[in-house]
C-alpha cells in the first residue's frame, strides 16, 4: 500500500471580502509545511451521507507558518465553491491537501523580470508572487485583465504596492474614465506597453480562464518570448 | 472517509427505487470529456462497418439519414453515478446497419473521430439494444453530446455509448477500448455495478 | 471544451509519487515534443484525468481513481526525466 499525502484539516478563522462574488478565506492549518508561490491545493469536502467532491484552488498569500488564504470566486449553480463563499463560517473545517505543483511556482531566489499575466480570478496565485516579493530587487511587471472595476480583487493592496512592481490594468468590458485605455481584450499593444520586452529573458506566468491563457501565450510567442519561460495555468471546467 | 464539513450536502442526490446501485438521479445532462471536441463537416463525415479486412459497409450522412429511423427513449447511466431517465433519441438500429454483414465475430470495436474507441461484445449491439443516433430531444444532436451522431448502447455504462461515432469494427477478439485500458471495467453492467477494473 | 494545464495532476499524482512529478520532463510517444507534465493539456477529472500532448493532442497519460485503486497508464510517454536534486 502506497502511503498517501495527507489530507490536512483547515480551520476558518476569518474571511474578507474581495468583491461582491468573491472572497479569501483566512485558515488556519497545523502543521502546514509552508509554499512557494504559485502553488495549490486540494480541497476537499464531504457530506453527512459520505459524498465527498474536490476542487482545487490558488494559495493566494506568502508562505507564513500555519496560516493560508485563498481566494475564492463564487461560481453560480457551482457545488464547492458558494460553500466556500456563502455557508462556511469562522470554526468550520474542511479538508485540503497540498502544497501542491511544483512548476507554476517563482522562486525568490530568481533573478530575471517577472511578467505576470492574469486574467479575472487568474490574479490570485500571482498575488502570491507578488506578495513573496517582498524586498528583492527582482522587478515584476503585472497585466491584470478583468471585466470591469467591481470585479477587481486586493484593490487596496495592489494600489500601495511597493516600488519595484508595475500594474497595469486592462479592464476588457467597462474601463474607468483614469484607465488610459479602452476596454478590450488583451492584445499585443498592451504586451508592449506594459510588458517586458523578449530580450529581458522575463520568466513569464499567465493564469486565468482556458481561452484567456492560450490567447496571452499565443501573443507572447508570436512577439518573441521564449515558449520555454512561459508557465502557464488554466482554470478548467471543473464546475466551481 | 474525511471529516465531514458542517451544513455540506453537494449537489442535490435524488435516490429512486429504479435507479441501479450506486446511481443518483439528475435532471441536466452532464457532459464529461477526455479530449478536444471533435467537429465534423457532414460532407465529410461516414460512418463504417469494417473488418481487420477492411470496410464491409460505409455510409455518408444522406444515406445514413435515408436509413430506416427509430425513436428509442431510454434510462442512461454514467459511470460518474450520475443517471438519467427517459431520454428521447433518433437514429438507426445496429440491426439495420448490420442487417447484411457476414461475420463469425464475437466482438464489436467503436471507434470515433477524435481517437476515442470503447469495446463490447457484438451480440450487445444486436436485438434492439444499440443505435447510432444523431438527434436528441427532437434536436439535431450537440457536439458535446457526441454529434453528429454517437453510439447508443443505454444497457450498459455511458461510457459504451461513444460519441462522434466513425465505425464499428468486427474483431474475433476482444480489444479493450480507451477506458476499458485505463481501470474502468471491461464489460460496465450498471445492474451489477461493473465499474472499475476487477469490479 | 475547456482544459487544464498539468499542474493539475499535482495533486492526484501525489497519491502515487513521492516526487512532485509535474515537474518531470516528459516526452510524447507520438511526436516526440519534450516538456513538463505540467504543460500538457488536461482534461476531467471524470471519468478519469486525461492528460494530452499540448502540440499534437495525442493521449499522454491517464490517471483513474476508484474508491481504493489508482490506474496510472503513461501510453503515450516514451520516458519521464524526474529531478532529484537535493
Redesign the interface.
Known sequence: MIKRLAWRVATLESARQETPTAKTLVLDVPGWPGHLPGQHVDVRLTAPDGYSTQRSYSIANASAGDRLELTVQTVDDGEVSPYLTDVLEPGDQIELRGPVGGWFVWRPHSSPPVLLIGGGSGIVPLMAMVRSRGKADTPFRLLYSLRDPGQLFYADELEKVKAGVEVAYLYTRIAPPDAGRAAGRLQTADLIAYGWPPETGPDVFVCGPTGFVESAADLLTALGHDPAKIRTERFGPTGG | ???????????P?EPDAKLPPGQYLVHDFP???????PRVPLDRWEFSIDTAEGPVHRWSWEEFLALPQETPTVDLH???KWSKFGTGWKGVSLDVLMEDVESAAEYALAYSYG?YTTNLPLEDLLDGKAWVVHEFDGEELEP?HGGPARLLVPHLYL?KSAKWIKGIRLLNEDWPGF?E????HNYGDPWREQ????D | MDYQDGNALAGPLSEIFSLDVTVAQGKCAACGLRGPLAQLHVYGPDPGLVARCPSCEEVVLTLVRGPNDAWLDLRGSVSLRIPIAE
Open positions: 472517509m474525511g471529516i465531514i464539513s458542517r451544513a455540506f450536502h453537494g449537489r442526490r457532459v464529461l470529456s477526455a479530449g478536444p471536441t454514467c459511470v460518474t481517437g458535446p461510457w477506458w485500458t485505463a481501470g474502468y465499474r472499475y477494473d476487477g
